[in-house]
């Protein structure tokens, strides 16, 4: 199976650490696509900085495709991330860089038809080239992060017609909250809307059911819980692919509860790992001006 991140990058600088790695939504699911056998690529743009550079080595360095990327005058998407008690606290943004400024268009179509499931997000300006990839047999994962600004209905209304798994993160929320923001979801085209609860499990709703996993426990020894939702949801795609899943076509029930479950157990993997998927390097202060 082929699966396809397409748009963000980043750095995430944990300044409490002084330590910085590479990430993004759709990076590190092509990236842990990759961790479970998947053949796996990611189109996106680099800024021509250091930054851009280090988290194109990374990618490579995970036995993912760049190939198709671009490099672009300006700098690399960068976030500032402090860790208090193993959860992440979002100090500040650079506005995505260049995956924002000048954002990667679809150019070769027959290219991103060649793959089973294409990953994209809130933070990739991809919205224009939805319609396109709706066009081809590819399955569409979306993650919508949890801003309001995306979960408003003109904005549900534009991207859910066209993708065929929403992710929806949830926090800690209770459960008739959690079943009426799927439904929300799904009545805006959603063929399947999966919520991510943290240590509270996940929900998938298909527009008639829902199904529900318990979260795993974390394995040791508890670093945070970066790249958690990514790997829940590149898991619960590849188990779901090798199920047959194709577009309004899901596995039987049995299928969906074994991938819930073992995307669980991969989830909760990661909150052993440095970052979303290791490659940490010494953030070196700069002198004052």
């Known amino acids: 199976m082929r699966v396809l991140g397409f748009g963000d990058n ?89 995956t924002a400024s000048d954002p990667i268009r679809l150019v070769d179509l027959d290219y991103v038809a060649g793959f089973d499931l294409v990953h994209s997000s809130v933070y990739s300006c991809i919205e224009p080239e939805l319609p396109a990839l709706r066009a081809t047999k590819a399955l ?9 600004v995306h979960r408003a209905d003109e904005y549900l209304e534009q991207v859910c017609p066209l993708i065929d798994l929403a992710l929806v993160s949830c926090g800690d929320w209770e459960q008739q909250r959690v079943w009426s923001e799927l439904r929300r979801f799904a009545a805006h085209g959603a063929a399947l809307v999966l919520g991510t609860m943290g240590a509270n499990g996940a929900v998938l709703f ?11 426990p974390a394995a040791a020894p508890f670093v945070d819980t970066m790249g958690c939702g990514d790997a ?31 995307a669980a157990r991969f989830a909760a993997g990661q909150c052993s790992v440095e970052g979303a998927f290791g490659h940490g390097r010494e953030v070196v202060p700069q002198p004052a001006a």
């Open 10 to 98: 980043i750095v995430d600088r944990f300044v409490d650490r002084s330590v910085e790695y590479p990430g993004g939504n759709c990076v590190n699911v092509a990236v842990y696509a990759r961790q479970l056998g998947a053949e796996a690529a990611y189109l996106g743009v680099f800024g021509d900085d250091d930054a851009g550079a280090f988290v194109r080595s990374c990618i490579e360095a995970a036995r993912v495709d760049t190939s198709r990327c671009e490099v672009r005058r300006g700098p690399n998407g960068l976030t500032e991330i402090e860790t208090v008690r193993g959860e992440r606290h979002f100090l500040r943004w650079n506005g995505g860089g260049v």
């Open 140 to 148: 569409v994962t979306f993650d919508f992060s949890s801003e309001p």
């Open 206 to 216: 298909d527009g008639t059911s829902f199904y529900h996993s318990n979260a795993a």
């Open 232 to 262: 829940y949801l590149a898991a619960f795609a590849v188990e779901m692919l090798a199920a047959g899943w194709k577009r309004n076509m899901l596995p039987p029930g049995p299928e969906v509860h074994r991938a819930m479950k073992h």
